[in-house]
């Protein structure tokens, strides 16, 4: 299957700084990603879908002045937590989809601790 | 709103088959039967999906009913490393640019040695 990446794997920062976390999509195009979260013992929350190029939409109930997403590129996805708290801190999963084609796949996570 | 319904938790011998249900009775026509696993601290794995026929892959099987309205993912031959979450999700409009995976709470599948 395609391979999509995640960096950093697991961050700890302190409360009221910026945190950036990159997706990418290693091996095919991907026009559309997708921003998940994680709580521990729960399931994956999706947060926001980004298409390369345009701005992302969000969930209800998400912060988007909070949680900024950019789709740069048809490889790449960030996301900038923003003046993070350690209700913020989570498991972050991105997914990324084909040019064509539904199927997603989805990256390693990247694990969030705000102290 | 849970477009799907999974027992919370399974017990599986390694060895044997794991035969995992879900319930999708309000499906529409032209939604697929997607199932993905995700492995303790690890993004979600795809495992299958489907849109009426009956699927197999390297990994799984997939049976869906005549009526659409339920289905099952089998693993033919459970090992430890099947340990995982499976998640069974509806999903309308393959390849549309709107469509996107809603993740229900899905069967912690437990698979003892």
């Known amino acids: 299957g395609a391979v999509v990446s995640q960096h950093p794997s697991w961050v700890i920062c302190k409360s009221g700084t910026s945190v950036k976390i990159e997706c990418r999509s290693l091996d095919f195009q991907a026009t559309t990603m997708f921003w998940y979260r994680q709580f521990p013992k729960q399931s994956l929350m999706l947060m926001a879908t980004?298409?390369?190029?345009?701005?992302?939409?969000?969930e209800q109930g998400v912060e988007k002045d909070k949680f900024l997403i950019n789709h740069a590129s048809l490889t790449l996805s960030t996301l900038t937590v923003t003046s993070a708290h350690p209700e913020d801190s989570s498991f972050y999963i991105c997914s990324a989809r084909f040019l064509r084609g539904g199927e997603q796949f989805f990256g390693p996570g990247t694990r969030l601790t705000v102290l | 709103d849970a477009k799907t319904t999974q027992p919370p938790s399974m017990d599986c011998a390694e060895g044997r088959a794991a035969n995992l249900p879900c319930n999708h009775s309000?499906?529409?026509?032209?939604?697929?039967v997607y199932w993905y696993r995700q492995i303790h601290s690890q993004g979600p794995q795809y495992i299958i999906h489907g849109l009426k026929n009956n699927e197999t892959n390297e990994m799984a099987s997939l049976i869906i009913t005549e009526d659409r309205k339920s289905s099952t993912l089998i693993l033919p031959h459970a090992t430890l490393r099947d340990t995982a979450v499976y998640y069974c999700?509806?999903?309308?409009?393959?390849?549309?640019?709107?469509?996107?995976?809603?993740f229900g709470t899905g069967t912690l599948l437990a698979v003892q040695p």
């Open positions: 980004s298409n390369e190029g345009s701005k992302a939409t969000y």
């Open positions: 309000t499906i529409s026509g032209n939604e697929y």
């Open positions: 999700i509806v999903r309308t409009d393959y390849g549309g640019a709107t469509n996107k995976l809603i």
